[in-house]
Every structure is written in C-alpha cells, then in structure tokens.
C-alpha cells in the first residue's frame, strides 16, 4: 500500500522537476476558458476544427469540435487529417536549412543552378531570397488561376508554374530590395529540393523530417489521386449554407498542401522545444528574421512570422487555401504552441489562436465574440442601384492616387494602384468597412443624391476622394477587340454590352469593366488602361495590379471587332 502511494507523489514531484512551470499554470482554468472560445463550433452539424495546446512538451489541451464530414457525419478527431495550407512553408524552409546544415547547399546560390530554365534577368536570385520572399518573382497562383485560362477544377502541376516563369519578361523588383510574400518562392524550393536529392520533395521530407519524428500521418500532397486516409473535407459558406469549397487538384508542393493530423503537430511543436530533429542551430535560423539588402529587418523569417504578444516573442503563421484554415503560433521563451486545424473558410482562425495566446499568458478574454471571415456578421443587402451610385474611379486628394471600385459577383472592392486591394463590406447605404474594420469609406452624394465624393481612412490616414467625372462621351465600341499577352500565352476579348465594356477572359467569366477616366477602367482583372498608336487608334491594353504580384501585363490588339467574323 505504502508502494502504490509513493509512486504517484513521485510521478508529481519528477514531473514537476522537469516541468516546473507547468504546475503554477492553471490549466483547469485555461481549460474551461478555452472551451467557452470554441464553444460555438461545438456542434455536429457543421464543419469545425482541431485545436492544441503546447506547454513544456505536455499537451495541456487538445480538442476536436465539429465534423470532418458533413456528408457522412464523420466527426473531427486527432487523427483526422487537414492541410496546413500556408504554415507548409515553414516545414519547406526547415528542409531547406537541413540540407546547408549537412552542407548539401548554400543559401546564397543561384537558383539557376538548379532550375537552369528560368529567365537570367543580369541578377542574381538566390535561394535565400527564396526563402525570405524578397525574390521578386511573379505571384504564380493568382496568375495562372486568374490570367492564364486554367480554371479551380483544372490539374495545376510544377510544369505550370516553371512555364509561367519562363516568360516573365522582368522581374517586380530587384531580388533583396523588398519583401512580398508569394507562393512561387516556396515551390521553387521544393522543386530545387527535388533536384538536388534526386527524389521527388514528398519522398525526400517523409524519409528526413516526417519519419524520424514518427510522424507517420503527415505528407505533402503530389498526387491527388491518391486518398488521403481520414481526410477532412473542406467547405464555405455560400448563401448561409455550407458547400464543397475547390477540390484538392494542386500538385505542386513546398508553399503548400502538407496534409497533417493534431497529434502530428503535437510532435512537430515539441520539436521546437527539443531540437531532437536539427539541432538548435536550424531551429534558431528558422526563427530569425530575414535582412533586405539595405540592412532593413523585415518581419518574415523562414516560413514564419515574427512577432510580439504583450511583450512576448512569438512565431506564427497562418494558412487558407479551399476550405482550410489553418494556424501555428509558438512562444520559444515560454515553450508554448498553439495549433488549430479548421475545415470551413470562414473560422477565423488567427483570432482564435490569440485568443488561446491572451488565455494562457494571463491577458486573454474569452468572454469577447471572435467574428468569422465570411462578411455575414458585418455586411447588410444592398440594391443594385445602390452599388451602382458608387462604383466607378475616384481621385484622391494631395497625392492624386486613382481609387477604382468595382463590383466582382456580389462583392465590392476597393483598390488603389499599389496599394493594393480591399474587399468592401457594406454597413450602410454609405458607409463601407473591410474584414478587420481597420478600413473603412464613407460617400457623401449631391443634390440631385449622385456620390460626387468619398471619404477613407487607410493604414491611420484619413484621405478624401472625388469621383471622376468623364468630359466627354465615351465610345466602348473603339475598345472592343481580341488581345493577346505574349508573357502569359493567353488571349481575351473586350467587348460591348448595353453600351458597357465586358472584358472575356479564355475560359472563364466574363467580367464588368468601369470607367475611371478616358482609357482607364478597372474590374475584378485590376487596372486596365488602353494605349493608343499615333494615329489615336488603339492597339492594346496595359494590365497593371501590384497585388498579384507584376508591375505591368501588355495585351497587343490582334483584331478589331469589327474584323471579327
């Protein structure tokens, strides 16, 4: 009897000298606060999500709530397998620094080395520019999904991406110069992984990360043919019922598409604990900031993201690609990680996962609500007439910057030549606000009740915009025409509907185009602005959006509508 009484205390007190700060955490406490943040999602109607909690290599907490199968009622469980989206890349950046440590490569190679099919832009890109997303390299997702004629459905492999490179005709910006995150970066490592190796970058990380660290139900995807054992399936919201969100048909590995269960990552977070697989020295590179070549620290290290909570350091990143939602935070002076692996577009991930940060560090709130991302708890129904008064080009005050507004579907969007673009929920007739409420823009109308001006608040600056007005009339007819991009290999047309200009994509949607000023329209495509020969007729059109990640696209007009047959 004295024997099974003493072995308990001494469970408690080895415990305890190994872990000594987990026992003044309050995790009954944390637990139940916790609990309240995802009590929503506790139902077994609608998708939901895997959640994890790290500290001192224990898991404090780890719970399922919702289904991974709203068909067949299959609930979420520790097993059930989810793609990281996003935070993949920094599982790519800890292969790629694996592999410098053994001395397999050097992160200030050329990437040419391995991939001798891309352009030579008389400058280096190295894989540490890769790593760091300061390449200047196209955005290859949006582009080949959005310009180039490939559809959701359709297969988008490595071939895609490299063919897509190879016609870049010039670089967004000087490799090391600036920072701009894009997928393109973090496939290009894999396919040099790769190359280097011999093996395909899913075999090579199985056998090198995955394995040694027992992870046995974690891989990237390269075949979507092949089942994924209890694979969560990932839905959206359309019309406040859920639906299928894009079927899993990327096979292009590294920026993405690593497929993991929470006891997996439960292994890969202590490991940032441990080192076991490494050592510290990968481990304290993959944390550290990436340096711009101006000496200018950005915030992006390899694959994550780092920052400060209350005082606190920590490292993160978050994912979405379909229906995924995905989230990684890690506090390396606490040994605290936190993951939450979500099944429906709108769960806010990111917020969730600071909430559970607030909660364990003793600054949390759980009682506050955490809004999804799907715009349903912010926005209002607006008529068409009323959308219509305030959509077109806007002149902004003091820097003369051109605001386009335009309509993609049912949603509006705000978008400032490099600046980027704002998605517009409506919360009025007359007032707008994005997802974070950050931004917002007000419209002020004349007499005769025409929005004549717009006032915005955008990163703390309060600026004020007046529409447009047009002088003389314009003609869509001399727009109209078939026009090529030699960069992308890919043809569309611009044509005339009810006196407006339609711009049709290669197999996809046609798209409404507005008028900002003479020549210059905007839609869901970007800025547009029409370029004339010297004889005033025009021969083309200039695509310009920095968000996607290019400087400026050429479409030359290879026929007139009026030669059309």
Known sequence: MKIRKGIPLLVIFLFGYLYPSVNTVDIPNITKKIDRVFEKFNRFDSPGAAVLVQLHGRNIYKKCFGLANLEHHIPIEPE??????????????????????????????????????????NTKITIRHLLYQSSGLWEFWT???????????????????????????????NPGTKYA????????????????????????TKK????????????FQEDCTIPIPKKATAYLKRDGRYVLARPSNVEIPGSAH???????????????????????????????????????????????????????????????????????????EKELGIVILANERSINAY????????????????????????????????????LNNILGGYRIEG??????????GNF????????????????????????????????????????????????????????????????????????????????????????????????NNDIKLYCLEPNSYVGAWGFMSFNRDGNGRVNGFTLKDELFGFKGLFYSKVRDESEQL
Request: proline share 2%.
């Open 258 to 332: 690593a497929f993991t269960t929470l006891n997996d990552m439960a292994k890969w977070i202590d490991n940032f604990r441990t080192g076991k697989l490494g050592g510290k020295t990968v481990l304290r590179k993959m944390f550290t900031r990436g340096t711009l070549d101006n000496g200018k620290e950005i915030a992006y290290a390899a694959g994550l993201i780092v920052g400060r909570h209350e005082g606190v350091e920590i490292i993160e990143h978050s994912g979405q690609t379909g229906g995924y939602k995905t989230m990684l935070v890690y506090c390396p």
């Open 412 to 507: 509006v969007f705000g978008s400032i030549l490099g600046r980027g673009n704002k998605l517009l929920l409506p919360v009025s007739e007359t007032r707008f606000v994005d997802y974070s409420g950050k931004f917002e823009i007000h419209f002020l109308t004349n007499e005769s009740g025409q929005v004549n001006q717009a006032t915005m608040v955008l990163h703390g600056d309060t600026l004020v915009a007046h529409k447009t007005q047009l002088d003389t009339e314009i003609s869509p007819k001399e727009f109209t025409g078939s026009y090529y991009c030699r960069e992308l290999g890919s043809i569309c047309a611009v044509l005339e509907k009810n006196r407006e200009l339609i711009l049709s994509p290669q197999r």
């Open 399 to 408: 820097t003369n910057e051109l605001l386009g507004l335009y309509r993609d």
């Open 143 to 173: 582009i080949l999904n959005k310009y180039s004629g490939f559809r959701d459905r359709d297969y988008f492999k490595m071939i895609d991406v490299l063919n897509l490179l190879r016609h870049q005709g010039e670089l967004v910006f």
């Open 351 to 386: 917020d969730l996962s600071h909430r559970i940060l607030g909660i364990c560090l003793g600054n949390g709130d759980e009682s506050k609500s955490i809004p999804d991302q799907s715009g349903d708890n912010k926005s209002i129904k607006l008529d068409a007439s009323v």
């Open 208 to 219: 090198n990360l995955f394995d040694p660290l027992e992870m046995e139900n974690t891989y």
């Open 181 to 204: 995150y894009t997928n393109t970066n973090y496939s290009l490592l894999a396919e040099i992984i790769k190359r280097l190796t011999g093996v395909s970058f899913g075999e090579w």
């Open 80 to 121: 059930s397998s989810f793609d990281l989206a996003s935070v993949s890349k920094h599982l790519t950046s800890f292969a790629v620094l694996l592999l410098e440590k053994d001395g397999k490569l050097d992160l200030d190679d050329d990437i040419r080395r391995y991939l001798p099919e891309l352009p030579d832009y």
